[in-house]
């Protein structure tokens, strides 16, 4: 609330109605909370799309969850003059970024996961139809609502901040695949935003792990061993020799004579 409270009465200081923000100085407490965070899988995230009742509704969730988009900010203003079919983009416009040097508009591909949700609802949309989403477009306050209903006819539990959790999960999937500073350019967050508020650590993140195999140095039974799993390769055992063998093998050192011990020839002569 003091967040709200602060930019509150900074507008106002601004408009010229207050002298001064009661507010200034005053820290902000951290709005991180992880347990808010939820990941919503590629499985979960179809179960919905498939129990949505129309195209509408469809094309509502594939954005969210797969083009990342805002609800109610991105969705309501999108227009069909907005799809670049051609280039396979489309243009996003942000009231809550309006202020930044973008002007809040960014362009987002055409992932594959929204195409046909798009393209269904462009063949069914009147011609006369300028906006993408008539629901949103009705400032509909209903819609968070009527989508835990969805959720619910899914088999599914909602989690908290539905639509802003389905936002940062695509952009846990993005940032696996692409630069940080591509993916927030698609999302519309920056990269300090996007770590504290919505990149997650995933399920498959250890699956992935777990499956890596151990990184050994290659000798010549290491390989052998690789190149069939299934037959384990004996290490060769040391060659077994004798004691008396090992006995025989031992060198023994030569003496040296010194002068004194040298035999005299004229002596014996």
Not at 54 to 75: P, Q, T
Not at 212 to 234: F, G, H, I, M, N
């Given at each position: 609330m003091i967040k709200y409270a602060k930019q509150f009465f900074h507008a106002a200081r601004r408009a010229g109605f207050v002298a001064a923000n009661p507010f200034d100085g005053v820290k902000i407490g951290s709005m991180a909370n992880p347990n808010w965070m939820y990941f919503l899988t590629e499985e979960d995230s179809q179960k919905i799309i498939d129990t949505c009742p129309n195209a509408e509704w469809r094309l509502i969730v594939a954005l969210a969850r797969y083009g990342g988009l805002r609800c109610f900010a991105e969705l309501g203003p999108l227009t069909w003059a907005d799809i670049d079919w051609e280039r396979g983009r489309f243009l996003v416009k942000?009231?809550?970024?309006?202020?930044?040097?973008?002007?809040?508009r960014r362009w987002?591909?055409?992932?594959?996961?929204?195409?046909?949700?798009?393209?269904?609802?462009?063949?069914?949309?009147?011609?006369?139809?300028?906006?993408?989403?008539?629901?949103?477009?009705?400032?509909?306050?209903?819609?968070?609502?009527?989508?835990?209903?969805?959720v619910y006819r899914a088999g599914l539990i909602p989690w908290a901040k539905p639509l802003q959790n389905m936002r940062a999960s695509r952009e846990t999937e993005?940032?696996?695949?692409?630069?940080?500073?591509?993916?927030?350019?698609?999302?519309g967050n920056s990269a300090r935003i996007a770590v504290k508020h919505y990149l997650q650590v995933t399920?498959?993140?250890?699956?992935?792990?777990?499956?890596?195999?151990?990184?050994?140095?290659?000798?010549?039974?290491?390989?052998?061993?690789?190149?069939?799993?299934?037959?384990p390769v004996e290490q060769p055992k040391p060659a077994v020799v004798s004691p008396r063998v090992q006995k025989e093998s031992i060198k023994r050192p030569t003496p040296v004579l010194l002068e004194d011990d040298a035999p005299n020839d004229a002596a014996s002569g």
């Amino acid at each position: 609330m003091i967040k709200y409270a602060k930019q509150f009465f900074h507008a106002a200081r601004r408009a010229g109605f207050v002298a001064a923000n009661p507010f200034d100085g005053v820290k902000i407490g951290s709005m991180a909370n992880p347990n808010w965070m939820y990941f919503l899988t590629e499985e979960d995230s179809q179960k919905i799309i498939d129990t949505c009742p129309n195209a509408e509704w469809r094309l509502i969730v594939a954005l969210a969850r797969y083009g990342g988009l805002r609800c109610f900010a991105e969705l309501g203003p999108l227009t069909w003059a907005d799809i670049d079919w051609e280039r396979g983009r489309f243009l996003v416009k942000s009231s809550k970024t309006a202020h930044h040097a973008d002007g809040g508009r960014r362009w987002v591909p055409i992932f594959p996961e929204v195409r046909p949700h798009l393209e269904e609802a462009f063949h069914i949309a009147e011609p006369e139809t300028g906006y993408v989403l008539i629901r949103t477009c009705c400032h509909d306050t209903n819609l968070i609502t009527s989508f835990e209903r969805i959720v619910y006819r899914a088999g599914l539990i909602p989690w908290a901040k539905p639509l802003q959790n389905m936002r940062a999960s695509r952009e846990t999937e993005l940032a696996q695949t692409h630069p940080l500073h591509v993916v927030t350019a698609w999302i519309g967050n920056s990269a300090r935003i996007a770590v504290k508020h919505y990149l997650q650590v995933t399920d498959s993140d250890f699956v992935k792990t777990a499956e890596l195999k151990p990184l050994v140095a290659k000798t010549a039974y290491t390989e052998r061993a690789l190149e069939d799993d299934s037959q384990p390769v004996e290490q060769p055992k040391p060659a077994v020799v004798s004691p008396r063998v090992q006995k025989e093998s031992i060198k023994r050192p030569t003496p040296v004579l010194l002068e004194d011990d040298a035999p005299n020839d004229a002596a014996s002569g």
